[in-house]
């Protein structure tokens, strides 16, 4: 079974966030809701409390196969300014395993070094720098780096990861079983 | 400001439920989560877990524009057997008020005796009866009934909601900036 972290910061987006822990977890797929925050609650942009699996002080990269950044505001920004989260998604990224963020998120990989060179997308205007190559789809796989535009691509990004994880066939059920 | 009402039982749709919530309050419509259970934490059919903002016991007609139910099982199932969900519903259709339920709980709708002769839709296999008609659409919206059929089209039912309470400018608006 592979194993995958979603992080959470308060003002996170809840479609964002939410759609990827569904889809994954449709496909058996082990998700952890991780809060960075100290606190188990979590609020989103639009004022949705969840209760958070664990916390990142117990996050071990060796326990997963992907790593995941929800977007939304002030979340992605907090998110991208973690020590910590910079330190997991670091050693994720030299591990060659699967460094994902959506909308805002994708600011974070770019400040954490991950993007050089790479194709990406995010939602406008969040990774306006020269040294990153942007895409023109709803989302963006380039080797180990997955990234996706904003809401209305939070389930293309979640199978995505789905299907980069390994999972192909499911991917395609899930999506029939979910009617797109 | 336009208020609605979104009833919670475990085992929900994450996706059809936050994707409402969310947009909604993205135009400033008043939303609240209301569970149904007796507990404050409601845990969806992936196991995300929710608080939501009020219970049942408290929740008034007079005080709504609009009520929802989210699909999702075991969760649309225990909706649509909730006799207090009924009597909430019954009433506000009496005052053609906004009833709208997605995936599997249109049966709930259909239960409480609102979908009669009504264009309605759902996920496949929740309406085979023969007095309601069927929709051909992702949604359907027929005086105060307002159905959708899944996942796949849980904006497109959040945003006819948003349609339907006079926020048509704010749906696009939204709409675009969520990249849709």
């Known amino acids: 079974m592979k194993r995958v972290i979603v992080f959470f910061a308060d003002g996170f987006e809840e479609i964002e966030a939410i759609s990827v822990v569904d889809v994954l977890r449709r496909a058996n797929v082990h998700v952890d809701m991780c809060s960075i925050t100290g606190n188990q609650v979590v609020v989103g ?20 196969d992907a790593c995941v950044l929800p977007g939304g505001m002030p979340g992605a920004e907090t998110l991208s300014n973690s020590q910590q989260v910079k330190e997991f998604f670091v050693k994720m ?18 400040k954490f070094g991950l993007l050089t060179g ?16 942007h895409g023109t789809g709803k989302t963006a796989v ?22 980069a994880l390994g ?10 079983g979910m009617l797109f």
């Open 167 to 176: 999972y192909v066939d499911e991917a395609n059920k899930i999506s029939k």
């Open 93 to 110: 990224n030299e591990q060659g395993k699967l460094c994902c963020a959506i909308c805002a998120a994708p600011m974070a990989l770019y």
């Open 118 to 133: 790479k194709v990406c997308v995010s939602y406008p205007g969040f990774l306006d720098y020269d040294d990153v190559v």
């Open 45 to 64: 942009s639009h004022k949705i409390p969840l209760i958070s699996d664990m916390s990142i002080n117990d996050a071990n990269v060796s326990d997963y």
């Open 142 to 163: 380039d080797c180990n780096i997955i990234t996706a535009t904003g809401p209305a691509a939070a389930t293309d990004f979640a199978f995505e990861i789905l299907k």
